[in-house]
């Protein structure tokens, strides 16, 4: 495990070897309300510049890049922080777009320039035309129009958040094109990006230092070079934010024993989606956990010793203990 201490600023830094933190798509949506944004949004503003945001926890495997790859981190905890603070990005940049095209002299002022484009900078990186860009099927590169992008900070696919995500972007300038996903407005990401545009400041002093202390926010970037160990330190950890239901839990523990069991990760999210395909309600998954074990514990594969019946209070150890028993056999 390796820990370290970064603003913001410097995880998304415009210059030298630039990290890019990528949520796997097996992950959970974007799941952050009015209350988590508008707490944010005062963290920011009232605390003193530097307010710490909480560890970011990654898998990065070193020994796997290769030359002239990008450098993705791929987020296991921080994806609402990290997503959120893009969005709040957004809105600042399309305010500052706003008022140089009101005040044409601002796209010729030196300091507006460089604050303006350090935003799109740490929202994409732009790679190059398509015909000059060889490595066309990397993991987390797309286009848009003629040109390879990389997200700096990139959503799941759960509830279509990378479209919307991809279509906040070309919304608000910033990518040329992007498709424009059914019902974007009535989903929590874009939603959140239309609470930031009614919330932050619209002068040009309130906006630069909002900027400032968003690029001061402090986090502890923790890596680990395998999902498993990263999901393990995941469950440890006491969490701000949306907690994890049972469901969540047990999906992590069941895809990094699958992994190192030499299983395919991406093969096992598609088995685990076709089940929660049945089930899109949190609820009725949890539920179904509990009288799966309670109907088929007569089977010697599914008993657990001294576990007579399935409650709340006991269905993560129960499945924790069958994931590790035989976690494909539980999956198929």
């Given at each position: 495990?390796?820990?370290?201490?970064?603003?913001?600023?410097s995880?998304?830094?415009t210059?030298?070897?630039q990290?890019?933190?990528?949520?796997?798509?097996?992950?959970?949506?974007?799941?952050?309300?009015?209350?988590n944004?508008?707490?944010?949004?005062?963290?920011?503003?009232?605390?003193e510049?530097?307010?710490?945001?909480?560890?970011?926890?990654?898998?990065?495997?070193?020994s796997?890049?290769?030359?002239g790859?990008?450098?993705?981190?791929?987020?296991?905890?921080?994806?609402?922080?990290?997503?959120?603070?893009?969005?709040?990005l957004?809105?600042i940049y399309?305010?500052?777009?706003?008022?140089a095209?009101?005040?044409?002299?601002?796209k010729?002022?030196?300091?507006?320039?460089?604050?303006r484009?350090?935003?799109?900078k740490?929202l994409?990186?732009q790679?190059?035309?398509?015909?000059l860009?060889?490595?066309?099927?990397?993991?987390g590169?797309f286009?848009?129009g003629?040109?390879?992008?990389?997200l700096r900070?990139?959503?799941?696919t759960?509830?279509?958040?990378?479209?919307?995500?991809?279509?906040?972007l070309?919304?608000?300038?910033?990518?040329?094109?992007?498709q424009?996903?059914?019902?974007?407005?009535?989903?929590?990401l874009?939603?959140?990006?239309?609470y930031?545009?009614?919330?932050?400041?619209?002068?040009?002093?309130?906006?630069?230092?909002l900027?400032?202390r968003?690029?001061?926010?402090t986090?502890?970037?923790?890596t680990?070079a395998?999902?498993?160990k990263?999901?393990?330190?995941?469950?440890?950890?006491?969490?701000?934010?949306v907690?994890?239901?049972?469901?969540?839990?047990?999906k992590?523990?069941?895809?990094?024993?699958l992994?190192?069991?030499?299983?395919?990760i991406d093969?096992?999210?598609?088995?685990?989606?076709?089940?929660?395909?049945?089930?899109?309600?949190?609820k009725?998954?949890?539920?179904?956990?509990?009288?799966?074990y309670?109907?088929?514990?007569?089977?010697?594969?599914?008993?657990?010793?001294?576990?007579?019946?399935?409650?709340?209070?006991?269905?993560i150890?129960?499945?924790?203990?069958?994931?590790?028993?035989d976690?494909?056999?539980?999956l198929?």
């Open positions: 495990m390796k820990s370290t201490e970064h603003t913001y600023s995880l998304l830094a210059e030298g070897g990290w890019h933190f990528h949520v796997p798509r097996f992950q959970r949506q974007y799941v952050w309300r009015k209350n944004w508008s707490k944010l949004l005062e963290d920011i503003q009232d605390d510049i530097g307010h710490y945001m909480g560890s970011i926890i990654c898998v990065f495997d070193e796997a890049l290769t030359p790859s990008e450098l993705i981190y791929e987020v296991v905890d921080g994806q609402q922080r990290l997503i959120t603070i893009s969005i709040l957004c809105a399309e305010k500052l777009t706003y008022m095209n009101e005040s044409p002299s601002l010729e002022n030196e300091d507006f320039i460089i604050k484009n350090g935003i799109k740490r994409i990186k790679l190059g035309h398509n015909n860009y060889s490595r066309k099927t990397e993991w590169l286009s848009s003629d040109i390879r992008y990389c900070v990139q959503p799941s759960q509830e279509k958040n990378l479209d919307d995500y991809k279509y906040i070309k919304d608000v300038a910033i990518l040329p094109e992007a424009d996903p059914p019902y974007v407005g009535n989903r929590r874009y939603k959140s990006l239309e930031f545009r009614d919330h932050i400041p619209s002068d040009m002093e309130g906006l630069y230092d900027l400032e968003i690029y001061n926010l986090f502890i970037h923790i680990e395998t999902q498993a990263a999901f393990m330190l995941f469950e440890t950890l006491n969490y701000r934010g907690p994890l239901s049972a469901v969540d839990i047990i992590n523990k069941m895809l990094a024993t992994e190192q069991k030499g299983e395919d093969d096992s999210y598609d088995k685990w989606q076709v089940l929660l395909n049945y089930l899109p309600e949190d009725d998954q949890d539920r179904y956990l509990r009288q799966f309670n109907a088929f514990k007569i089977n010697p594969k599914i008993k657990v010793p001294n576990i007579s019946r399935a409650t709340n209070s006991n269905v150890t129960i499945y924790e203990w069958l994931i590790k028993k976690a494909k056999f539980l198929t």
